[in-house]
């Protein structure tokens, strides 16, 4: 392990490098993207990253349409942040105009199918791994689908558009849509969440992809903090927030890491979830959705694996490239590391912030 600290010097450089990511509006990770280009400036007091991404979502704004097939994964939520600390109208009007057209989307349940068609995301396994001619036959024509990511899209964005467009039941859509998730993803035999569901044959597949956990977490907490105490379901929310977090703590290795898939030795270390993990437990505390007692070692360990797990240039390493997602776990094995990316470089910057955060109100 390294002896890198997150220093406001090597803030700016994990900030930097992620705003260098080419972002194509919109794709996988963008949420935490530039959720954490707007904590790097929060931490420095330097607006150069808040400015960027004003700039990036206004021009976004003003050619919003047609909609693309990715706009599940724009930043809704850290574009509500941006409109309540500037005021810009047009940004107001777009994202309202976005979460209307979201949903609109077909749902199963209170969950927007992400994929009509599936083999957007889903690929031959990475490795080389083979099919069995059942599954081949399958990858044809796999049908619609929903995936775990999106967790971390739509219902922290609608929760937070209700202070944005107040009265327009946006709080009610958010919870019923992420435990509508839970109820379709969560596996019976580990109480991970699965990578996906298919609708055709309907199961989900790959019980405890790391980061997807940190992207469920993540979005359940940010729900829970812009529910009021009394809106149905928030308890419910908050029930589920403190289950998931508990349930990782039995998967967290002694370094402070978690494996890829966080129950199988054999899928191997992928660092982006111990930045995720951090990040989440210590919003969750200074929320007061997880207990202290329980939360603020393991809150702690996950930081400081995280920063062994830079480099002086502001590099995360050890983040596996985009996953995709397959039909057997093998898959998640094989994937490429060492990718500098948004959701390697966001959470980093997310967990600086929300651990300053709890520290400053356990010293208050």
């Known amino acids: ?49 808040f400015d960027f991404s004003h700039g990036f979502f206004r021009a976004w704004a003003s050619r919003r349409q047609p909609w693309q097939p990715d706009d599940n994964t724009a930043p809704g939520h850290a574009m509500c942040t941006v409109i309540e600390r500037t005021g810009d109208a047009l940004l107001r009007e777009a994202v309202i105009d976005l979460a209307r057209h979201l949903r609109a989307r077909r749902r199963v349940g209170a969950v927007s199918i992400t994929f009509e068609d599936t083999l957007r995301s889903l690929r031959m396994p990475y490795g ?71 609708e055709r044959t309907g199961r989900a597949y790959t019980r405890g992809w790391g980061r ?51 129950h199988e030795p ?35 360990r996950a930081y400081r694996a995280m920063e062994a797990n830079l480099d002086a240039n502001g590099n995360l390493l050890g983040v596996s490239a985009a996953v995709y997602s397959a039909l057997v776990e093998e898959h998640y094995w094989h994937v490429p590391l060492d990718r500098i990316v948004p959701w390697g470089q966001g959470p980093a910057l997310t967990a600086a912030a929300a651990r300053k955060a709890f520290l400053a109100t356990t010293h208050d």
């Open 266 to 300: 054999k899928s191997g270390p992928e660092s982006s979830t111990a930045a995720f993990m951090a990040c989440a437990f210590f919003r969750g505390m200074s929320l007061g959705l997880l207990p202290q007692s329980e939360f603020a070692e393991p809150a702690e």
């Open 128 to 198: 080389g791994v083979k099919l069995s001619a059942e599954e081949e036959a399958q990858m044809r024509d796999p049908g619609p689908g929903i995936w775990l990511d999106c967790m971390h899209f739509d219902p922290p964005f609608f929760a937070h558009l209700e202070r944005i467009d107040p009265g327009a039941g946006w709080s009610e859509v958010a919870v019923a849509e992420i435990l509508a998730y839970r109820d379709l993803l969560v596996d019976a035999g580990t109480g991970l969440y699965q990578h996906f569901w298919l």
């Open 1 to 49: 392990m390294s002896d890198i600290v997150l220093t406001p010097q090597l803030v700016a450089a994990v900030a930097d490098r992620l705003r260098d990511h080419a972002f194509q509006t919109w794709f996988y990770g963008d949420s935490i993207g530039f959720e954490g280009l707007i904590a790097a400036s929060d931490l420095t007091g330097n607006p150069t990253w």
């Open 212 to 262: 997807g956990q940190g992207w469920a977490l993540l979005g359940l907490i940010d729900v829970a903090e812009h529910l009021s105490a009394t809106q149905r379901g928030a308890e419910e929310v908050r029930a589920e927030t403190l289950r998931l977090a508990r349930l990782m703590l039995d998967w967290q290795l002694d370094d402070g890491n978690w494996w890829s898939l966080v």
